[in-house]
């Protein structure tokens, strides 16, 4: 029995729960859609999930607020890189799980995801507009061209 003056003491491990968050959202269709009004008519700047990519990534990184959350999440690669970075993040050549990666434009498009470890990423597929896991190069099909990483992943994950 516990004493009743006696605090329970425990922590919440942001690192596990990120990562729990990352593979559990496989295939989720909340990341398909943001709205905007844009000459008073509605337009899916997401196009249904086929441009999700920076989306579901500023999305999981604000609710562990690895991002400034004042202005995210964001639907542009570029703009969830300049809050990542402007918020801690850095850019390493060490694959640790958790880390985002940025991979080459193909057909004029940024893209970024997820490192899962053992050789695989998580990041938005266009053609089925959900998370998916793949191999982080692609099956060397698109060149990494970043890995990013944040002082909560080194910490849970120091070098050896």
Known sequence: MVDKKQKLKF???????YLE??????????FRHVYIL???KK???????????AY????IL????????KI????TV??????????GWSVTKKLTPGNILVWEKKLGNEHLGFYLGEDKAMSNCSNKRTPIIHHYTYNNKRKIIKVLTHEMIEEACPAK
């Open 11 to 17: 922590e919440f491990l942001n690192y596990q729960n």
């Open 21 to 30: 968050m990352i593979k559990a959202s496989e295939g989720s269709k909340i």
């Open 38 to 40: 844009n000459n008073g």
């Open 43 to 53: 337009k899916d700047i997401l196009k249904k999930g086929k441009l999700s990519c």
């Open 56 to 59: 579901y990534v500023s999305c």
């Open 62 to 69: 604000k609710i562990f607020n690895l991002i400034d959350s």
């Open 72 to 75: 995210s999440p964001h639907s």
């Open 78 to 87: 570029s703009g969830t890189i300049k809050n990542m970075m402007y918020n």
